[in-house]
């Protein structure tokens, strides 16, 4: 669904009028066997106050588009079947559990565990995207391998940054992209890997034994359009 220029103006309205923190968040944990193979769950997020900024945007489209909107919004069976689809689609994949959960702060949280033969696997636009990918969806790539008693990792992501899409004479687009990335300033992606080895060099922002812990701002990541996740290892 493509946003018209009445409901951007009311991200922009909503931007100045309400706290967003904790709008979204995504969790990917993910355990790793020595052969690349290995086990992710994903907890995505959403937070009471983005149910509310959706539906309010509804208000402003005509009554068949917000009805659908609104539907789909709080239709969880929707959401998890596309999901189930999407997974069900990659080889070398399966999904294990998949089910949404009410939290006590009235958010919303989507369950996502499976397993994959080949860590590149967790790559894919496919199962790191719970919108259905355009042609712009880009995969991150993902090194694993071993040369003599050590293994390197690597996770980069280079996607487009925020800025660079924008069209200098479009200010509209401009103020647009300032307030999403403002709505979205405390929501945070992380990355949690327990890798099979003992870690010698990592860029993590936490670790604990071999268990390594990534933090990115969804923020800076939509302006940067950059994640790099770094670790060696070292074969016992």
């Known amino acids: 669904m493509k946003l018209n220029k009445n409901l951007f103006l009311l991200i922009i309205i909503f931007s100045g009028t309400m706290l967003f923190s904790s709008c979204l968040s995504v969790n990917r944990n993910i355990y790793l066997n020595k052969d690349g193979s290995g086990t992710e ?3 995505i997020k959403f937070g009471k106050v983005f149910y509310d900024m959706m539906a309010s945007m509804s208000s402003l489209m005509d009554s068949a ?3 659908n909107l609104v539907d789909s919004l709080y239709n969880d069976e929707e959401f998890i079947n596309n999901t189930r689809e999407k997974y069900n689609s990659v080889p070398g994949v399966k999904l294990l559990e998949l089910y949404s959960q009410k939290n006590e702060d009235l958010s919303n949280s989507f369950i996502v565990k499976y397993e994959f033969d080949s860590i590149q696997k ?3 636009s496919e199962l790191s995207k719970f919108n259905t990918p355009d042609e712009n969806s880009k995969s991150a790539e993902v090194i694993y391998e071993k040369d003599g008693s050590k293994i390197s990792f690597s996770y980069i992501y280079s996607g487009t940054p925020a800025e660079a899409s924008q069209t200098p004479q479009d200010s509209l687009t401009e103020q647009i992209g300032m307030e999403v990335k403002d709505i979205f300033k405390d929501s945070e992606v992380t990355f949690e890997i327990q890798f099979p080895y003992e870690v010698i060099f990592s860029n993590a922002d936490k670790s604990e034994g071999n268990i390594l812990t990534w933090n990115y ?8 359009g950059t994640m790099k996740l770094e670790a060696v290892m070292q074969d016992e």
């Open 41 to 43: 769950t994903m907890t």
């Open 65 to 67: 588009s917000a009805k």
């Open 122 to 124: 967790i790559s894919s």
């Open 217 to 224: 701002s969804l923020s800076d990541a939509m302006s940067s």
